[in-house]
């Protein structure tokens, strides 16, 4: 085990990546109508900030606190007590600031990977997106999709090797900061570490969720909204990333105790 005397970062089998879903699904179904409710109330919310573009960095600097206060919520209904919408809050009531931190370095790791896309796919990109402008779909556009996708397919790749390490930070580290009151630097490298020596059940749980994504993908298309997979899939999302957290580090903490 690595970490500290109260915090230590256990390393589990791969198998455990299934586990996390399935029972987020059971903490899902514990309370499932207001796990949509707060979804809902998260995404309709989302959509004015984003549409404003100061709000909108300031709302993807907050994702943190709006996890820390989902996953309490999913602490209480893990101890039998009921998700209210107050839990919404609970992000921003303790280590805010603390929170906000994770929020930048998550952002900052969304950015360097953009510009990795961008630099080596600038081409590609603004070649399909030059189809996609023109409507009706020709052999001629179906033939520059065809020639831009392998330098766009390795410009997300290259993007996502890049931001990957910033990804693997931010994962537990919101989690950390608020249950157990850890400084954004050392939960930063705790959760670091624990995406490390957990590749594999994280790889697993990665790939049983991609097949939900892909089949919603073209509804989020439909709609414009590219990332309504996401908010649909984050009433089971949540729970299985809080109760990830559970299983890779020891020693629960008490301070986090849902009211």
């Given at each position: 085990?690595l970490g500290t005397p109260d915090i230590t970062v256990r390393k589990v089998e791969a198998s455990r990546g299934w586990r996390w879903i399935s029972d987020g699904i059971t903490l899902f179904r514990k309370s499932p109508a207001q796990w949509v409710f707060l ?63 994770i929020g930048g370095v998550s952002l900052v790791g969304k950015f360097v990977g953009m510009i990795v896309v961008t630099v080596m796919g600038g081409e590609a990109i603004t070649e399909i997106a030059k189809t996609m402008a023109a409507g009706a779909v020709t ?121």
């Amino acid at each position: 085990m690595l970490g500290t005397p109260d915090i230590t970062v256990r390393k589990v089998e791969a198998s455990r990546g299934w586990r996390w879903i399935s029972d987020g699904i059971t903490l899902f179904r514990k309370s499932p109508a207001q796990w949509v409710f707060l979804c809902a109330i998260l995404f309709v919310g989302s959509r004015i900030l984003y549409a404003i573009p100061v709000l909108g960095i300031i709302a993807l600097l907050v994702v943190p606190n709006i996890l820390a206060g989902l996953s309490h919520g999913a602490q209480a209904l893990e101890q039998g007590k009921p998700l209210r919408v107050s839990y919404l809050a609970s992000g921003f009531l303790k280590n805010a600031a603390h929170l906000i931190t994770i929020g930048g370095v998550s952002l900052v790791g969304k950015f360097v990977g953009m510009i990795v896309v961008t630099v080596m796919g600038g081409e590609a990109i603004t070649e399909i997106a030059k189809t996609m402008a023109a409507g009706a779909v020709t052999q001629e556009t179906m033939d520059a999709v065809r020639i831009a996708r392998p330098a766009l397919m390795n410009a997300f790749v290259a993007g996502l090797a890049v931001s990957l390490p910033f990804l693997m930070a931010a994962w537990f580290s919101p989690l950390l900061v608020f249950f157990d009151d850890v400084p954004p630097r050392r939960a930063l490298a705790l959760s670091l570490v624990a995406c490390v020596r957990n590749l594999w059940p994280l790889l697993l749980y990665g790939v049983m969720l991609l097949a939900p994504m892909m089949m919603l993908m073209p509804l989020g298309i439909a709609t414009h909204q590219a990332d309504l997979a996401i908010w649909l899939l984050a009433p089971v999302v949540v729970p299985s990333i809080y109760l990830s957290y559970k299983d890779v580090f020891a020693h629960a903490p008490a301070a986090g105790t849902a009211p």
